[in-house]
């Protein structure tokens, strides 16, 4: 059975900071998504990666294959980032999701 | 291009009543995912179908839980008789054949009271 692990599970920092959320999983798998919840309760579909790395504007997903691994990097942190970032992976067609990290940015 | 929609986005139930959820995927897309999201806690799959399919229902508790995807219309997860216990958050995905990403839908709120 896959086990995702994420941490920190919540994480406040002051705007402009680099942030850094991990992501572990326990077996092999085709494909890691980091996913964002918004306070409302909306999601929203970050990256979906299998290897290396992504880029979408100061997001940066990256994922080790081998130690089972991913991290989801935001620079220059804002206040508008605050939210859930849960990584997911995947199992056949369903997702196994990690717990979430609660991420506050303040002013 | 709609994205997924779900209603209603707000239900509230008394226990031992019925609950009925719909989501109708992204234009094209003709796989949906049903998740829940208990008060703090994760999401958690719950079940996967096709048109007129269900092709995974691993997540899905045994009794009282239904869903279908008919050949027209929503994708519909059924719950009968109700307990406090399903009280959750409900969201719905769809992607499109063959194609991994998974767009969401805004969620259902169910209490049940």
């Known amino acids: 059975k896959n086990e995702v692990e994420q941490s920190p599970q919540n994480l406040t920092a002051q705007e402009g900071e680099f942030i850094t959320i991990n992501c572990s999983y326990s077996?092999?798998?085709?494909?890691l998504h980091w996913l964002q919840q918004h306070p409302g309760g909306g999601i929203v579909s970050l990256f979906m990666?299998?290897?290396g790395k992504k880029k979408h504007g100061r997001l940066i997903a990256t994922i080790n294959i081998q130690e089972k691994h991913s991290s989801l990097h935001i620079t220059a942190s804002h206040p508008r980032d605050s939210a859930v970032y849960i990584c997911?992976?995947?199992?056949?067609?369903?997702?196994?999701f990690g717990q979430g990290t609660r991420l506050t940015i303040n002013p | 291009n709609a994205g997924v929609m779900q209603n209603p986005r707000h239900l509230v139930r008394r226990r031992g009543q019925e609950a009925r959820l719909r989501c109708s995927p992204m234009?094209?897309?003709?796989?949906v995912y049903w998740y829940r999201q208990l008060p703090e806690e994760g999401l958690k799959f719950m079940v996967y179908?096709?048109?007129?399919?269900?092709?995974?229902e691993s997540g899905m508790p045994k009794e009282r839980f239904s869903a279908e995807f008919p050949k027209e219309g929503p994708s519909i997860l059924r719950i009968q008789q109700v307990v406090r216990g399903d009280s959750a958050a409900y969201f719905c995905?769809?992607?499109?054949?063959?194609?991994?990403?998974?767009?969401f839908g805004p969620g259902t709120r169910l209490l049940v009271l």
């Open positions: 997911a992976t995947r199992e056949a067609q369903k997702l196994v």
């Open positions: 077996v092999g798998i085709s494909a």
């Open positions: 990666l299998s290897s």
């Open positions: 234009k094209g897309h003709s796989h």
């Open positions: 179908l096709q048109k007129e399919n269900i092709i995974d």
């Open positions: 995905a769809s992607s499109l054949f063959g194609q991994e990403t998974q767009y």
